[in-house]
């Protein structure tokens, strides 16, 4: 069985800051990551190769430097490494990149043997939007199962699959035919942390790179900037709610006091709440 | 484990491990690298200044590529009380030469560029896998390593330890003792950051002119220890550091000297308006000549810090770690190309090598030096006083006769340490220096 994960490398989001004055992103020296929810999406994929056997191929889309999140991944255990690198993929939003991807996934096909399973993490922390899995699943008419908690059970000869996909107010449990796209929830598993021996295949592993044409691209109208029909308009950050933080002297004090002087402090600036309480105790 | 046998394993990717594994890569040898950081550089602290003629032996055109951050012009040495500094500045012109001699650098960025050039050249890294022991034969000779991966053991002829100045493989393989106390310092280190033409008009300096102060006195509380702040191109790096046995004796903590040092009346005006943006704290090996280590063995082999190749005084130590990688390399491509055995033995040559370099010359001429700061803390608190005393009677000018304050400044030396003190402090910081 062949599967494919789609990996990003995206700043580390939790040392991004945004500049004061000029309200842009400020990438410099801030280091890059594998997007952790893809990191789930790998390690199921490398559960069911072990369990199935076959391999992973672990594709991304990026600068020339998203070999080190490649090579990281290879660490971890993927089989294969495929980088789609162009100049005329930068500025790609979700179309964009959905349509690159999944011409790069039609040439893993041709290469390599076609995937019965895609996986992405459930979303990038950069972009937030959750659209390039879907995206992919729609251009290359993949059964789309997004959110994915569980593989409850693959049968890869019959070429079916159920999984748990979490949803508002609950949990469904789906059943499709492959080949299937999953987007992988965060938390259901934890990434391997690879062997010596993985480590130094990863070393000296020859990543494929492909740029659009070698990924058998031909209409460059859908790439990049060109293909990209989303504009940021502004970026900027949220400022800060004014709120305050009070100690309040308990020393000593009984737990029912401490719970008075807490109760009245709140009361003190909220008279709003005190007369909803009040009114609430009075069965109104 | 790893089928592939190679011909050493370089534990570490710092200056020392770095220098060791390029030099034997780019002679052809098949070197495995380890580090335990996320990416080399990522565990690594340093001021920093780099000594370009330590690297220009092993990369002589590193100045093309490696990210540098200023080339140093100016050189201010501090002695300082709570409220003022003494100093010796040395500024010339002649270090903006075509190939300048020293240079700041932010290591994590260094240590990213050295790697990647020994990669070019040929060695194997593995990051985030930590080597956890030193296999033997039944003869006891090291014959690879085994490291905290599933499946972890690689093999080599020969091991090269640059695993800094912790050096647990070496600890727990029973090659050295655990660190002492007193041989080793604590520093912190800040990097504030500053708009470029800030940092050049606050330091007086164009381009890549760079400025570095090193300071001692009551900064460290009596305690034996020294504070630094070095320009780079938008940020400034400050720390200060003392010997750990001192930090436990004194009940101080490294923090709260470096606050202190940053609200001192000299420095203060040098950070103003920078953003902190990064806290780090590191030990550094200050035992000297005598705390070094056994080198050798066989199978193995020391370098940089791991083997307290640092010179305190000088305040180097980055390029002890690179000429003793280079030399060890050396040493190991030369036994390789005579088929010789990587034994004690024939490791010796290691030795022989090093003595010659300014390496060992520098750290056994100031062997004594570590003990006589450590036993002398007037040094670093009472002298700096004295000092500032007697500049601030000498230069206010307030109607009283110099031959007057000549006399009172004398007076304030002998009674600070007495007319026998004083001359057993220079007869024997004389002989320490010899």
Redesign the interface.
């Known amino acids: 069985m062949h599967i494919v994960v789609c990996m990003k490398q995206v700043p580390d989001s939790a040392q991004i800051r945004v500049h004061p004055v000029t309200n842009t992103i400020m990438r410099q020296g801030v280091p890059t990551i594998i997007n952790p929810y893809d990191l789930f999406a790998l390690e199921e994929a490398m559960r069911l190769r072990d369990q199935f056997g076959g391999e992973v191929t672990v594709l991304t889309m990026g600068p020339p430097m998203a070999e080190d999140s490649l090579r990281k991944a290879l660490?971890f255990g993927a089989d294969r490494a495929v980088l789609l690198t162009d100049r005329t993929f930068a500025g790609s939003d979700t179309l964009a990149t959905s349509f690159a991807l999944a011409s790069a996934l039609s040439k893993i096909g041709e290469v390599f043997g076609p995937p019965s399973l895609v996986f992405t993490g459930k979303q990038t922390i950069d972009g937030d939007t959750a659209q390039v899995g879907p995206g992919i699943a729609k251009r290359l008419a993949l059964h789309q199962l997004t959110y994915v908690a569980r593989i409850v059970a693959l049968d890869p000869d019959a070429a079916t699959i159920t999984v748990e996909r979490r949803a508002e107010g609950g949990i469904q449990v789906l059943s499709t035919r492959l080949p299937a796209l999953i987007t992988m929830l965060e938390g259901v598993n934890e990434i391997r942390?690879?062997?010596?021996?993985s480590?130094?295949r990863a070393?000296?592993a020859e990543i494929v790179i492909w740029n659009a044409a070698a990924a058998g691209i031909g209409d460059l109208g859908k790439c990049g900037l060109r293909g990209s029909p989303t504009i940021v308009k502004k970026v900027f950050a949220p400022s800060p709610r004014a709120e305050k933080v009070q100690q309040l002297p308990t020393a000593d004090l009984p737990a029912e006091a401490v719970a008075e002087s807490v109760i009245r402090e709140i009361f003190k600036r909220q008279p709003a709440i005190e007369g909803d309480l009040v009114r609430f105790s009075a069965g109104q | 484990?790893?089928e592939?046998r190679f011909d050493a394993i370089v534990v570490g990717a710092g200056p020392s491990g770095n220098a060791a594994a390029y030099t034997m890569a780019t002679a052809g040898l098949k070197v495995?690298q380890l580090e335990r950081g996320e990416y080399p550089g990522s565990k690594n602290v340093q001021g920093a200044i780099l000594y370009a003629s330590a690297l220009e032996k092993i990369i002589p055109d590193f100045r093309d590529d490696a990210p540098l951050e200023r080339h140093v012009i100016e050189q201010r040495l501090w002695t300082m009380d709570d409220a003022s500094h003494v100093g010796v500045h040395y500024r010339s012109s002649d270090f903006n030469e075509e190939r300048p001699n020293r240079y700041t650098i932010l290591r994590a960025q260094f240590d990213k560029w050295f790697s990647r050039r020994v990669r070019d050249a040929g060695a194997?890294?593995?990051c985030?896998?930590t080597v956890t022991e030193l296999l033997r034969d039944p003869a006891g000779r090291v014959i690879g390593v085994r490291?905290d991966?599933?499946?972890?053991?690689?093999f080599a002829d020969i091991v090269v330890l640059g695993e800094g100045v912790n050096g647990l493989v070496g600890q727990r393989s029973g090659l050295r003792p655990e660190l002492k106390p007193d041989n080793v310092a604590l520093a912190v280190k800040e990097m504030h950051f500053l708009p470029r033409e800030t940092i050049e008009s606050r330091f007086n300096l164009k381009q890549d002119e760079g400025v570095v102060i090193e300071a001692m006195g009551t900064i460290t509380a009596g305690m034996t220890g020294t504070a630094f702040l070095y320009t780079n191109q938008e940020s400034i790096s400050i720390g200060i550091g003392c010997l750990v046995s001192d930090f436990a004796e004194n009940q101080q903590t490294p923090y709260g000297l470096l606050e202190a040092f940053k609200n001192h009346p000299s420095i203060k005006p040098l950070l103003e308006n920078a953003e902190c943006k990064e806290y780090v704290a590191h030990l550094i090996p200050e035992g000297g000549y005598n705390a070094i280590p056994e080198l050798y063995g066989d199978g193995w082999i020391v370098v940089g810090d791991a083997g307290q190749f640092v010179n305190a005084v000088h305040r180097e130590g980055s390029n002890l770690a690179m000429t003793t990688g280079r030399i060890a390399g050396e040493t190991i491509v030369a036994l390789k190309q005579r088929h010789q055995a990587m034994s004690k033995a024939n490791l010796a040559e290691y030795r022989r090598r090093l003595d010659e370099t300014f390496v060992m010359k520098d750290l056994k001429k100031y062997r004594k030096i570590p003990a006589f700061l450590h036993r002398n803390k007037q040094i670093f608190g009472l002298y700096p006083k004295l000092f500032a005393g007697a500049a601030q009677t000498w230069l206010r000018v307030d109607g009283i006769d110099k031959r007057t304050k000549e006399k009172e400044i004398l007076k304030s030396f002998r009674k600070g340490r007495t007319l026998p003190g004083l001359i057993g402090d220079a007869f024997n910081f004389a002989r320490s220096w010899r």
């Open positions: 660490t942390r690879g062997t010596l021996e480590a130094y070393a000296c | 484990m790893i592939q495995l194997i890294l593995l985030e896998t490291t991966r599933d499946g972890g053991t690689a």
